[in-house]
């Protein structure tokens, strides 16, 4: 049975099961997996041949066996991952991986979902009601809250910057009530990640309620979304894969790198970012500085302290040349985000959400240094339709909005708003002690 240890290695390592309900290791850490599993080379051998879901199977079992019957872990990957993740061929090699099939439209589904029943698995023998936070910069609220809507015994609670998420992201994570509540703090969304992380370290507040998290600093987030780096690669296969991902808080390249580990052959990762630009000035200098994230159009990566770093410097024991073999960063202004979208568009009639785009541009930037005989592959994270206010100005035609999506522009929303204040973020919670079943 694999264990998990903390990234600051200051506590004991825990079973799965432990750092799913902890979230965050006491010592302010994030789980890490003690040993990355290494596929067989007969799943590779057949994994063009086999499902979606088969291949998710393979990969899950690998780093649960022994803490969810097979079984069951069967059952949780057939109802969770029931979307597919196409990678679509734009011109020759290459092609855009949409991630967002899912109910909310967004590569959040695939974690959300897989999270959430196995999350209810464990909690059928627990007698304490669960409280989740979540900060989110957009995608990530609303697919866990719908992922974990009206499941006993489990209680969302998702921290959002005020007036920094889209319109309709917005109505997706404020509109379900239930044992949904969406908290909307004056601050970015550091500010909210700062809340959550806070709150797991208060004493006080871990001594009364059971808190958790699913956001990507809990490991259970990012095992599924190794799922789709599989997949695309058993769909693409003749040719080494050069995969470029969006990225804000690090949480979906990390997923990928752990792929890597697992026996994945991906010839280089991309870590495409908007002017938050922290991991890609890291790659090129040595340093690492936070800063106050700033404002764009790809709003869900606007991130000023990217909390799966730590992740990445562990898989690499802190050494950046292992990291520049495996991963190279570019940043990218909404003036340049905004023209790709209209160059691909009138190149191909492909419309990209703004994420998609910085992904796009990534693996532009890294042809133009590194020649070779790739697939490549650039991540497409959500659907166009949830940034359609910066998108149809570009394209200048509008966009079809999905009907699920049409479904909650007309529900109320529902918030509480609140100042970016540790001491008024932990009265709220240790004063909605209660059960939403009451």
């Not at 994994?47 to 069967?74: C, H, M």
């Not at 990957?77 to 290459?94: G, H, M, R, Y």
């Not at 890291?282 to 992740?311: E, H």
Request: contains cysteine; neutral net charge; hydrophobic residues 40%.
């Amino acid at each position: 049975m694999i264990t998990f240890y903390s990234t600051n290695k200051k506590i004991k390592a825990v079973t799965f099961q432990e750092a799913l309900f902890r979230g965050m290791p006491e010592d302010n850490g994030l789980f890490m997996p003690s040993r990355i599993p290494i596929m067989d080379s007969n799943f590779f051998a057949k994994a063009d041949k086999i499902s979606f879901q088969d291949i998710a199977f393979e990969v899950a079992r690998n780093f649960l066996a022994g803490e969810i019957p097979e079984a069951v872990l069967r059952e949780i990957i057939d109802d969770s991952i029931n979307f597919d993740a196409p990678s679509v061929k734009l011109e020759e090699n290459l092609y855009v991986m949409e991630l967002f099939h899912g109910p909310t439209l967004a590569f959040k589904d695939f974690g959300a979902r897989f999270m959430a029943r196995v999350m209810s698995y464990f909690a059928g023998n627990m007698n304490r009601e669960i409280y989740i936070l979540v900060a989110t910069s957009g995608d990530t609220g609303s697919a866990v809250a719908s992922g974990f809507l009206n499941i006993p015994g489990i209680r969302v609670i998702i921290l959002y910057p005020s007036g920094k998420v889209s319109s309709i992201q917005e109505k997706q994570l404020t509109t379900h009530g239930n044992n949904i509540t969406a908290i909307e703090i004056d601050g970015t969304f550091d500010d909210c990640q700062k809340l959550v992380k806070e709150a797991f370290m208060d004493k006080e507040l871990t001594g009364k309620l059971l808190l958790t998290s699913a956001n990507s600093i809990n490991i259970a987030r990012l095992i599924p979304q190794s799922f789709y780096y599989f997949y695309a690669c058993s769909r693409v296969k003749d040719r080494p894969v050069v995969f470029s991902v969006p990225s804000g808080n690090f949480g979906n390249l990390t997923a990928g790198l752990i792929a890597k580990k697992m026996g994945l052959a991906v010839h280089k990762f991309i870590a495409s970012t908007n002017i938050n630009d922290i991991v890609p000035h890291y790659l090129k200098t040595g340093q690492f500085i936070c800063k106050p994230s700033k404002k764009t159009v790809s709003n869900a990566m606007d991130v000023g302290n990217p909390s799966n770093f730590a992740r990445i410097l562990s898989l690499y024991n802190s050494d950046i040349n292992k990291i520049r073999e495996d991963v190279a960063g570019y940043s990218f202004t909404d003036e340049e985000t905004c023209k790709a979208i209209s160059e691909l568009y009138e190149k191909t009639g492909y419309i990209l959400d703004p994420h998609g785009a910085t992904g796009y541009l990534g693996l532009k930037e890294y042809e133009k240094e590194h020649k070779g005989n790739f697939n490549r592959i650039f991540l497409e994270t959500a659907h166009p339709a949830k940034f359609m206010d910066i998108i149809e100005p570009v394209i200048k035609i509008p966009i079809e909005i999905p009907e699920r999506l049409k479904e909650v522009l007309n529900k109320e929303k529902k918030s509480v708003f609140m100042a970016n204040d540790m001491d008024t973020f932990k009265s709220y919670l240790l004063n909605c002690n209660v059960s939403y079943w009451d």
